[in-house]
């Protein structure tokens, strides 16, 4: 059940039943902690996953192999916890891993562990050592890990001197996640470095012009963003428009942005009003640079106010009761303002909001997100 629970993405009511489990003296299997590492790392639910470590080098009959060990690494690396998957990593019963045919999804899932905590250094040793203490050549998926890592820390002229360097031809993947850095430490000229490989490789992928358009209109640079947008005209790269659904009593409701029409909004507009009001008191303020328009501060605040998720949110708020979880769906990926939004909603409101957008699962909880705020 609890593996049926976690294939089917409902993470926290796995975790409900593994402590039923518990009260009931039913011990887990090696399985069982498999699957309840997995939700655990989806959850960014750290504690528990240091008790189930905890609980496997306690128990004799329960070996930390090559499986195990992989998952619970993964485990510690979604919780952002990098010390934990060193620990995984030191202890596991295999380490001749030239016979491991894992060893790739190994080195993989600790160098993510290390790129999350922010740990340069041990990243660097991780990566080296493959090869010159296990015999294993980096495959293109750990040079990702490692311009991930360095991304992350704002070292972009490492990262990119790294692809420049790599043995093998550097992939999209590679180029959107140094992209992403930019993003974050707002670097226009890695940015359109990046985006100009990406365009080589694959011209038709819409999210990159956006993502583009992002970093040239948070620096003002909104000529640049008219320039991507015709880019996009002429090649018939079009953007579909967000939608975010959710499922209130078995009926699945669909908002689209900018939605004025659907017959929820004369209850949706009142519960944004009032939002709007407690998340400013509490803190929060729109991030603008999100509206691609060259409009007046009103208009883009109106603007953002009607992102799907959004509107998904309150909507789920008015329908739920205290306490119930708000899961929505989006098809895109979600931006900086809505992820800054939901954060807020998760304190002000106490509730805890699983957004899945077409990047990854985002769990927020008093204030704070799952993802470290880097996606």
């Known amino acids: 059940m609890i593996g049926a629970l976690v294939q089917d993405s409902m993470f926290m009511e796995a975790i409900e039943l593994f402590r039923k489990m518990q009260n009931q003296g039913v011990e887990p299997d090696r399985v069982t902690l498999m699957e309840l590492a997995s939700a655990c790392g989806y959850l960014g639910a750290v504690e528990l996953a240091k008790w189930i470590y905890l609980y496997i080098q306690k128990k004799d009959d329960i070996q930390c192999d090559l499986r195990l060990g992989t998952a619970l690494i993964d485990m510690f690396a979604r919780c952002g916890d990098p010390h934990g ?5 030191s202890h596991m019963a295999q380490r001749d891993v030239s016979a491991w045919t894992a060893a790739i999804v190994v080195f993989v899932n600790l160098l993510t562990a290390l790129s999350h905590g922010g740990l340069v250094e041990e990243g ?5 050592s493959m090869d010159d203490s296990f015999g294993i ?24 001197n790294l692809i420049k360097h790599m043995p093998m031809e550097p992939n999209v ?7 992403a850095a930019c993003r974050m430490h707002k670097n226009v000229d890695v940015a359109k470095y990046a985006a100009e490989k990406i365009a080589q490789l694959d011209p038709e992928r819409p999210g990159i012009h956006v993502l583009l358009s992002t970093i040239y209109a948070s620096a003002g640079q909104w000529n640049d963003v008219a320039k991507v947008r015709l880019q996009m005209k002429e090649q018939g790269v ?3 428009p967000g939608s975010s659904s959710v499922q209130i009593d078995g009926e699945v409701y ?5 939605a004025e029409t659907r017959p929820e909004m004369d209850r949706i507009e009142p519960m944004l009003l009032e939002m709007n009001c407690r998340l400013r008191e509490a803190g929060y303020s729109p991030d603008l640079t999100n509206v691609l328009l060259d409009v007046d501060e009103p208009e883009k605040e109106y603007l953002l106010s009607r992102h799907s998720e959004k509107l998904a949110i309150a909507f789920s708020l008015i329908n739920t009761g205290q306490g119930m979880p708000v899961r929505v769906v989006k098809n895109l990926r979600i931006c900086s303002d809505c992820h800054t939004f939901a954060k807020s909603v998760s304190k002000v ?7 899945r957008d077409n990047n990854r699962f985002h769990f927020f909880r008093h ?7 880097y996606w």
């Open 124 to 128: 660097w040793e991780f990566f080296g």
């Open 367 to 373: 204030g704070s997100c799952s993802c470290k705020d």
């Open 137 to 160: 050549k980096p495959k293109v998926v750990h040079y990702g890990c490692m311009v991930d890592l360095l991304g992350r820390a704002g070292l972009l002229a490492e990262a990119l």
């Open 254 to 258: 669909e908002f689209t942005s900018g």
């Open 173 to 179: 993947v590679i180029w959107s996640s140094l992209l």
């Open 349 to 355: 409101y106490n509730r805890e909001i699983i957004i």
């Open 238 to 240: 079009q953007k579909g």
């Open 85 to 89: 998957a060193m620990q995984v990593f």
